[in-house]
């Protein structure tokens, strides 16, 4: 176990709808990276955020959106839902610029929108 | 553009064996690199890292090899077990500690009893 942890595990939802995914990162750790996953496909990098701040940003529309909290938990967002956005969505922490390059990831959440 | 792509989509492997997996990465100015290994209805787990300036790395049962001459990766197992049976990810880390891992599609390993 990593040590970071995601809810919910599973989630339906229905095209248009928004939802909302959370992720704890590891003890120690103050970056949180947020990737998509489609079946069958390597993760794909979404965004990460450094002390709350946004720091870079993958090929995603603005309607993926994030924040990060002073405890360096985080949250997904995602505004009017498509099919296409049916994945598992990972977090990854790591201690960024004070520690290693390791990115350890999270079990994810199974996203099905209907 | 940047890309990292796997040589062979699957692997099936006698119990015993040891076991290759390969990873061609296109960024030539990547500078670290990571294998992964998800189980089904799981996240990636770290397996094994290697920086740009070494050749090679060991672990427990796991070898990383990195040629940068020809941008080509590898991840040996010894002694595959059942256990070992997952999809396994190369990654290159872009933009140094604070970017983002590229992932390829991945490597499923079947290990035959």
């Known amino acids: 176990e990593t040590g970071v942890t995601q809810s919910p595990t599973h989630l339906i939802k229905t095209r248009g709808q928004q939802v909302t995914l959370r992720c704890s990162s590891q003890?120690?750790?103050?970056?949180v990276s947020w990737y998509q996953q489609a079946l069958g496909q390597g993760p794909q990098f979404i965004f990460q955020?450094?002390?709350?701040?946004?720091?870079g940003r993958g090929n995603f529309p603005p309607r993926f959106s994030g924040l990060q909290f002073p405890n360096y938990s985080s949250e997904l967002n995602v505004n009017a839902l498509e099919l296409d956005d049916s994945a598992l969505y990972l977090c990854?922490?790591?201690?960024?610029?004070?520690?290693?390059?390791?990115?350890?990831f999270g079990p994810g959440t199974r996203l099905t929108v209907l | 553009g940047e890309s990292v792509g796997l040589h062979l989509p699957t692997l099936s492997v006698q119990e015993g064996d040891n076991s290759i997996i390969n990873c061609a990465y296109s960024n030539s100015a990547s500078d670290y690199f990571i294998w992964y290994k998800q189980e089904s209805g799981k996240g990636p787990q770290f397996i094994i890292d290697?920086?740009?300036?070494?050749d090679k790395r060991q672990g427990q049962r796991v070898t990383v090899l990195l040629n940068k001459t020809v941008k080509h990766l590898s991840l040996q197992i010894a002694a595959t077990q059942p256990g070992d049976s997952a999809v396994y990810f190369c990654?290159?880390?872009?933009?140094?500690?604070?970017?983002?891992?590229?992932f390829g599609k991945g490597t499923k390993l079947s290990v035959k009893p």
């Open positions: 990654a290159e880390l872009s933009g140094g500690s604070q970017g983002n891992l590229i």
């Open positions: 955020y450094y002390r709350e701040e946004e720091n």
């Open positions: 990854a922490s790591s201690a960024g610029l004070a520690g290693g390059l390791e990115q350890f």
């Open positions: 003890s120690g750790h103050n970056t």
């Open positions: 290697i920086r740009s300036n070494m």
